[in-house]
């Protein structure tokens, strides 16, 4: 009786167990521990439908409806790309038809992209009660199905998908960037990035950016494409770099959306110094120095005035100099090594029988720099050097008692008075001699544009001389071209006069930088010289009131300092400004400005201890907040690159406030390690029972059968 007991108790037990382990195995894992088999009777269902004719055929779309459908309404499938797999929201598409179909009727739907103008479903098929994507904000859906008799039927509904915020990205940021001194980062440059922001959101104003290191470098922005409006192609510019901005510059880039969501990189820029070329400031450039025997001009008295960035002037005695006689005709005097004086009186016969000319050639050279920078193969490749570098100067000097000046011989265009487009190029060439030089010798030969000397396009000792120029797209009005050759004393010239007619030039957007440092889009292009706008870091919030009453704010400034302050709901006790200073990084000097300039006040929250727990964005030690109480000289803000789960995020940098969504977890992920182990112990458990059950039956059964054989024997 009491085996008998024990038994049933275990099959109860075990029976149990089997209940409980399916239903734990169903529940995690989706799968029953055994198959389960019902039965039962089979009733078969079906419709009767009674068409009446002449009413009206009408398709009803239960779901999507005509509203707008918040974050929590639809579903998406998680996928590489932001949010939802293709950017793309799941609803379900309920409809029904009032009239008869067949059985396999066929079901089409279109999908009208109302924010982008697109078509992005098309005559697609879909059965009448299933989950559809659609379009984040505006869609416009029609359906349609063929009814019985070949007619198609259509209904349309109208509705919109609304989709929280998300922090922008930066992407494909350039975190080491090498610059050569003399060079600027611009837009040619490799330093471009992207700002995605899902919301499709434009990156183009100064309110977007925020750069350290202001006044020196800032951000320009260009023309999306069409095809990706998530995209923001961005670039960080500069100004042109010389000694001071030798060594390393970390600058942090910080992207911000219209609700102050951000995100934030950090790059390295590297100006690596190069030896830059002595320039000889006072070149004669082939021309005649005269010297006369007798009376005035009859002592040669010069000195070669030198600029070199790194071993400074000729008076400092760091430069090489040397003098060349290019010819068998010497005088008896030289060049001082050290400071680039010569000094020559000419005595009777210097001259012979008629004047006697002394071509000559002065070169400087400075020293090659006394370390090198590890990766300056960089500017190597670019033409630029770290050894000694010369510079020279050609010239000729005559002791004579007459001089005879210098002809330009031909000239090009023949026609001295002509017009021509702003963007079509201008071509100028002429032919000079000069009888007191002997042959194979030519005086020197300058242009002038709008008589203003052009810089490096002189000539020295050759007989003909080109010059071309390109005025530009939106420049007009009158302009003249003049070419001088000289001999020293002496000179001749010819001008043309252009009349420019006005080309427009092509729309594009291009600005840039933010009131913490950012720049303006710009350059030289065609001519035209656009800002590129770049601004300190913003100051201390200053308090109105008091800085009013200390004249350090005019009346006009602090009436509508307080204005402004009144908008944004700040007390007068905490009515405060701030100010910065904003530089045109291509350094245009523009009559009138093409870009507008950065504002350079604005208002803030004043606060007598500004830090970081006060609850305010402000600045304070020596820089700025990002947003309230981080960033700056605060603690790092949260973003959607950080690498930690923060900011409401579901996981690491993803979900939540981030454009991108969480990987899927498996559903083995949710199940915890106690919980398998609580399975195992279950299962070692019924493997026991299962082994005491079989223990009793063995007995029960089989050893009592046969002592019942044996005892039958007997």
């Given at each position: 009786?009491?085996?008998?007991?024990?038994?049933?108790?275990?099959?109860?037990?075990?029976?149990?167990?089997?209940?409980?382990?399916?239903?734990?195995?169903?529940?995690f894992?989706?799968?029953?521990?055994?198959?389960?088999?019902?039965?039962?009777?089979?009733?078969?269902?079906?419709?009767?439908?009674?068409?009446?004719?002449?009413?009206?055929?009408?398709?009803?779309?239960y779901?999507p409806e005509?509203?707008?459908?918040?974050?929590?309404?639809?579903?998406?499938?998680?996928?590489e790309?932001?949010?939802?797999?293709?950017?793309?929201?799941?609803?379900?598409?309920?409809?029904?038809?009032?009239?008869?179909?067949?059985?396999?009727?066929?079901?089409?739907?279109w999908?009208?992209?109302?924010?982008?103008?697109?078509?992005?479903?098309?005559?697609?098929?879909?059965?009448?009660?299933?989950?559809?994507?659609?379009?984040?904000?505006?869609?416009?859906?029609?359906v349609?199905?063929?009814?019985?008799?070949?007619?198609?039927v259509?209904e349309?509904?109208?509705?919109?998908?609304?989709?929280?915020?998300?922090?922008?990205?930066?992407?494909?940021?350039?975190?080491?960037?090498?610059?050569?001194?003399?060079?600027?980062i611009?837009?040619?440059?490799?330093?471009?990035f992207?700002?995605?922001?899902?919301?499709e959101?434009n990156?183009?104003t100064?309110?977007?950016?925020?750069?350290k290191?202001?006044?020196i470098?800032?951000?320009?922005?260009?023309?999306?494409?069409?095809?990706?409006?998530y995209?923001?192609?961005?670039?960080?510019?500069?100004?042109?770099?010389?000694?001071?901005?030798?060594?390393?510059?970390?600058?942090d880039?910080?992207?911000?959306?219209?609700?102050?969501?951000?995100?934030?990189?950090?790059?390295?820029?590297?100006?690596?110094?190069?030896?830059n070329?002595?320039?000889?400031?006072?070149?004669?450039?082939?021309?005649?120095?005269?010297?006369?025997?007798?009376?005035?001009?009859?002592?040669?008295?010069?000195?070669?005035?030198?600029?070199?960035?790194?071993?400074?002037?000729?008076d400092?005695?760091?430069?090489?100099?040397?003098?060349t006689?290019?010819?068998?005709?010497?005088?008896d005097?030289?060049?001082?090594?050290?400071?680039?004086?010569?000094?020559?009186?000419p005595?009777?016969?210097?001259?012979?029988?008629?004047?006697?000319?002394?071509?000559?050639?002065?070169?400087?050279s400075?020293?090659?720099?006394?370390?090198?920078?590890?990766?300056?193969?960089?500017?190597?490749?670019?033409?630029?050097?770290?050894?000694?570098?010369?510079?020279?100067?050609?010239?000729?000097?005559?002791?004579?008692?007459?001089?005879?000046?210098?002809?330009?011989?031909?000239?090009?265009?023949?026609?001295l008075?002509?017009?021509?487009?702003?963007?079509?190029?201008?071509?100028?060439?002429?032919?000079v001699?000069?009888?007191?030089?002997?042959?194979?010798?030519?005086?020197?030969?300058?242009w002038?544009?709008?008589?203003?000397?052009q810089?490096?396009?002189?000539?020295?000792?050759?007989?003909?001389?080109?010059?071309?120029?390109?005025?530009?797209?939106?420049?007009?009005?009158?302009?003249?071209?003049?070419?001088?050759t000289?001999?020293?004393?002496l000179?001749?010239s010819?001008?043309?006069?252009?009349n420019?007619?006005?080309?427009?030039?092509?729309?594009?957007?291009?600005?840039?930088?933010?009131?913490?440092?950012?720049?303006?889009?710009?350059g030289?292009?065609?001519?035209?010289c656009?800002?590129?706008?770049?601004?300190?870091?913003?100051?201390?919030?200053?308090?109105?009131?008091?800085?009013?009453?200390?004249?350090?704010?005019?009346?006009?400034?602090?009436?509508?300092t307080?204005?402004?302050?009144?908008?944004?709901s700040?007390?007068?006790?905490?009515?405060?400004?701030?100010?910065?200073?904003?530089f045109?990084l291509?350094?245009?000097?523009?009559?009138?400005v093409?870009?507008?300039?950065p504002?350079e006040?604005r208002?803030?929250?004043?606060?007598?201890?500004?830090?970081?727990?006060?609850?305010?964005?402000?600045?304070?030690?020596?820089?700025?907040?990002?947003l309230?109480?981080?960033?700056g000289?605060?603690?790092?803000c949260?973003?959607?690159?950080?690498?930690?789960?923060?900011?409401?995020?579901?996981?690491?940098?993803?979900?939540?406030?981030?454009?991108?969504?969480?990987?899927?977890?498996?559903?083995?992920?949710?199940?915890?390690?106690?919980?398998?182990?609580?399975?195992l112990?279950?299962f070692?458990?019924?493997?026991?029972?299962?082994?005491?059950?079989?223990?009793?039956?063995?007995?029960?059964?089989?050893?009592?059968?046969?002592k019942?054989?044996?005892?039958?024997?007997?």
């Amino acid at each position: 009786m009491k085996r008998k007991r024990t038994l049933v108790i275990s099959l109860i037990v075990f029976v149990l167990l089997l209940v409980f382990l399916n239903f734990a195995t169903v529940y995690f894992f989706g799968l029953p521990l055994s198959p389960v088999a019902m039965t039962g009777k089979v009733v078969e269902t079906g419709y009767v439908r009674l068409y009446i004719e002449g009413e009206s055929k009408v398709i009803t779309i239960y779901s999507p409806e005509n509203t707008t459908y918040d974050n929590g309404t639809y579903t998406c499938v998680t996928g590489e790309l932001p949010k939802c797999n293709n950017n793309r929201y799941f609803l379900d598409l309920n409809v029904s038809a009032s009239f008869y179909l067949e059985n396999n009727s066929d079901w089409r739907y279109w999908l009208y992209d109302s924010n982008h103008g697109v078509y992005v479903e098309e005559n697609t098929q879909f059965d009448a009660n299933a989950s559809v994507s659609f379009v984040r904000w505006g869609n416009v859906l029609t359906v349609s199905v063929e009814e019985e008799d070949g007619d198609w039927v259509n209904e349309s509904v109208v509705f919109t998908i609304d989709v929280p915020n998300s922090a922008p990205l930066i992407q494909n940021f350039t975190e080491k960037i090498f610059v050569c001194e003399t060079q600027r980062i611009n837009p040619l440059s490799s330093s471009n990035f992207n700002v995605y922001d899902i919301d499709e959101e434009n990156f183009n104003t100064l309110d977007n950016y925020d750069i350290k290191e202001g006044g020196i470098f800032g951000i320009v922005s260009f023309l999306k494409d069409p095809l990706q409006p998530y995209i923001n192609p961005l670039q960080i510019v500069s100004v042109y770099f010389g000694k001071a901005h030798l060594g390393d510059h970390v600058l942090d880039v910080t992207v911000y959306d219209s609700d102050r969501a951000l995100d934030t990189k950090t790059t390295n820029v590297t100006v690596i110094e190069i030896n830059n070329v002595p320039t000889i400031d006072n070149k004669l450039k082939a021309a005649t120095v005269e010297v006369w025997i007798n009376g005035s001009n009859s002592v040669f008295s010069y000195q070669v005035q030198v600029d070199d960035e790194e071993d400074g002037t000729s008076d400092d005695g760091n430069l090489t100099f040397n003098l060349t006689w290019t010819s068998d005709n010497r005088l008896d005097f030289d060049i001082n090594a050290s400071t680039g004086v010569m000094y020559y009186e000419p005595q009777e016969g210097d001259q012979g029988s008629e004047n006697k000319q002394y071509p000559l050639t002065v070169c400087v050279s400075d020293n090659a720099l006394s370390s090198v920078h590890e990766n300056f193969s960089i500017c190597s490749l670019q033409g630029y050097s770290n050894d000694s570098l010369s510079d020279c100067d050609s010239f000729f000097l005559v002791i004579t008692n007459k001089n005879r000046a210098p002809n330009i011989t031909a000239y090009s265009p023949a026609t001295l008075s002509f017009s021509v487009p702003g963007t079509i190029d201008s071509s100028f060439s002429v032919t000079v001699s000069d009888d007191d030089m002997g042959e194979g010798y030519y005086p020197g030969i300058d242009w002038y544009l709008d008589d203003v000397l052009q810089a490096n396009e002189g000539s020295e000792n050759i007989a003909t001389d080109d010059y071309s120029y390109t005025f530009g797209c939106g420049v007009s009005g009158i302009h003249n071209v003049i070419a001088v050759t000289s001999d020293g004393p002496l000179n001749d010239s010819v001008m043309w006069t252009i009349n420019v007619t006005n080309v427009a030039c092509p729309v594009a957007v291009v600005t840039g930088g933010s009131s913490g440092g950012g720049g303006g889009g710009g350059g030289t292009l065609g001519g035209v010289c656009n800002e590129q706008w770049a601004c300190h870091g913003w100051g201390l919030c200053q308090n109105a009131e008091r800085s009013f009453d200390a004249g350090a704010l005019s009346p006009e400034d602090y009436s509508s300092t307080k204005d402004l302050c009144a908008q944004n709901s700040f007390d007068d006790r905490f009515c405060g400004f701030q100010i910065t200073r904003c530089f045109d990084l291509a350094m245009c000097n523009n009559t009138e400005v093409r870009i507008p300039k950065p504002v350079e006040s604005r208002v803030c929250y004043f606060t007598e201890d500004p830090n970081c727990i006060d609850g305010i964005t402000n600045c304070h030690d020596g820089d700025c907040e990002l947003l309230v109480d981080c960033g700056g000289p605060c603690d790092p803000c949260p973003t959607c690159s950080d690498g930690k789960r923060n900011q409401g995020e579901n996981g690491v940098d993803c979900g939540g406030p981030c454009p991108f969504a969480c990987e899927a977890e498996s559903p083995f992920g949710a199940i915890s390690f106690a919980l398998v182990g609580l399975l195992l112990v279950l299962f070692l458990v019924l493997m026991y029972i299962l082994y005491k059950v079989f223990k009793i039956l063995r007995h029960r059964f089989f050893l009592k059968g046969k002592k019942r054989k044996k005892e039958d024997k007997r």
